[in-house]
């Protein structure tokens, strides 16, 4: 069941917050063309290392809040087909439950894009894939502030993705090292009357990454999430690559910047 807090924290699972002040300036990051056909197997390919790895995840709150336990980082290309994007996580506890196209994966561990192609703060879509490679994707006319309810019937069906894991899933009879994610999002699934779909040289996209994680504990051979002394699951932590002020992915404006980039 989706409830009001939920859907307000669409994709962090938590309460948003009234604090509106971001941390610091958005992040930002230049998106090179890659002439190479990249495999989408969570192989990385050698067609990666014309990439640069953006800066490790913080808070979603911004530096006065501790650094992420795990580190976190992504790389970006782009050709006329796709925005291609590398992501790659710390993770001794690798878990994950979910199957099903359009579960809600935040109650997962999971890697998560928010992608606004027109930077207007309107129309952007969402990605979250967790560590069994289920993937829940969703279509925002506005954000929540402003009314905008979410379009969980829309599919972006030409998506590709892998994960790659490193350890063990669902087993915490080891240490595990972490997983990657690899995603090409097809700009022909972004296309909307009006609206901006097929990147140029120079232009400029909005776009922000979040990790949800959650603490664990052992459940067997397997894990479950950490409970309070009041039987109330304990909230998630919010990583991200630019820093969003507020636990509250669905503030566009406060996303990082790329810029698509001949070579």
């Known amino acids: 069941m989706v409830d009001l807090i939920t859907i307000c924290g669409l994709a962090l699972g938590s309460i948003c917050q009234t604090e509106s002040s971001a941390d610091s300036l958005p992040k930002r990051y230049d998106v090179l063309k890659t002439q190479h056909k990249i495999q989408i197997d969570g192989k990385v390919d050698k067609a990666w290392k014309k990439a640069a790895w953006t800066s490790y995840f913080q808070d979603i709150e911004g530096s006065r809040k501790p650094v992420p336990r795990f580190k976190t980082r992504v790389k970006m290309l782009w050709d006329e087909q796709y925005l291609y994007i590398l992501a790659e996580m710390e993770e001794p506890h690798l878990w994950a439950t979910l ?5 809600i994966i935040f109650n997962d561990h999971d890697f998560e894009v928010f992608l606004d192609p027109n930077n207007d703060q309107e ?3 969402e990605y979250e894939i967790n560590a069994l490679g ?15 309810p979410m379009v969980m019937g829309w599919n972006s069906d030409r998506l590709l993705s892998a994960v790659q894991l490193k350890g063990t899933l669902n087993d915490n009879r080891d240490i595990d090292k972490g997983w990657i994610v690899e995603m090409a999002i097809p700009y022909k699934d972004l296309e909307r009357p009006g609206r901006i779909s097929q990147p140029q040289p ?3 996209w909005r776009i922000n990454f979040s990790r949800v994680q959650w603490t664990m504990d052992m459940d067997g051979q397997s894990y479950k999430r950490r409970v309070g002394p009041n039987g109330k699951r304990l909230r998630e932590d919010n990583w991200v690559w630019s820093p969003q002020g507020l636990i509250d992915m669905h503030v566009p404006e406060h996303w990082g910047y790329i810029t698509f980039r001949k070579k």
């Open 123 to 125: 129309q952007y879509f």
């Open 134 to 148: 289920t993937i829940m994707d969703l279509f925002m006319t506005k954000p929540y502030k402003k009314g905008g």
């Open 202 to 204: 120079g232009a400029t």
């Open 99 to 103: 199957t099903d196209r359009d579960a």
